[in-house]
């Protein structure tokens, strides 16, 4: 039968702007959480991380913010650039490396 | 450095028959964990080795199993080839036990 896909959310950014992709995380006990970017055809590339004792990190053009509260996690890239079109996941770990993956959204970049 | 590598990179297979796919990690890594993406379910994670020894596992039967040698290369094998195990196969390694954090490109297994 047929299968059926994966409804990746998707957001649209004019080159030059802000992106803010948003994931929202499962367990309570997570203490760990990476952002990575899956360009089509490869494997995803590790962006940025967090632990659950902070709730803001930054990167180079990208920063990570947590609440924990809400059990959400947003991931801000500055002054996009047509390279950064791609598929963004999420993940969480409790430490033990049983990382449970968000579903992804595809950021494309309009130049 | 050399970053995670994965043989093969594409494989076709049919079903009932059993395949191997092989992940070398980047030098000095001790952690080597296995995930499962497909169209239908993601990315989902198959197990985790540290030192040879299997830490953890996902939620996958038993026809999938791996290992790990001394050198920390891994391999995993899935037995009795199902259609629905027609996906990419990705491997990562880290240095740290928690956290996969350099992926390979990955197996891309097609069950016919």
């Known amino acids: 039968g047929e299968s059926v896909g994966l409804h990746l959310p998707t957001l649209s950014v004019q080159e030059g702007d802000n992106s803010i992709i948003n994931c929202a995380y499962s367990?309570?006990?997570?203490?760990?959480f990476i952002w990575y970017k899956q360009e089509s055809g490869k494997g995803p590339q590790f962006i940025i991380d967090?632990?659950?004792?902070?709730d803001k990190r930054q990167g180079q053009r990208v920063t990570v913010l947590l609440n924990k509260t809400v059990k959400h996690l947003s991931l801000q890239i500055a002054a996009t650039q047509p390279g950064d079109s791609a598929v963004y996941f999420c993940?969480?770990?409790?430490?033990?490396?049983?990382?449970?993956f968000g579903a992804g959204t595809r950021l494309t970049v309009k130049p | 450095k050399a970053g995670v590598t994965q043989t093969p990179r594409y494989l076709i297979k049919t079903r009932g028959q059993q395949v191997t796919l092989s992940c070398s990690p980047i030098s000095g890594h001790r952690s080597v964990s296995w995930y499962q993406q497909t169209p239908g379910q993601g990315l989902q994670f198959l197990f985790e080795y540290f030192s040879e020894t299997q830490r953890n596992k996902g939620n996958f039967p038993g026809r999938f199993s791996g290992r790990q040698f001394s050198n920390s290369r891994s391999e995993m094998n899935v037995s009795t080839l199902e259609l629905g195990d027609s996906a990419l196969y990705l491997c990562?390694?880290?240095?740290?036990?928690?956290?996969?954090?350099?992926f390979g490109p990955g197996t891309r297994l097609t069950v016919l």
């Open positions: 967090i632990r659950s004792n902070m």
């Open positions: 990562a390694s880290s240095l740290l036990v928690a956290g996969a954090r350099d």
């Open positions: 367990n309570s006990a997570s203490d760990y």
């Open positions: 993940a969480e770990t409790n430490g033990n490396n049983d990382m449970r």
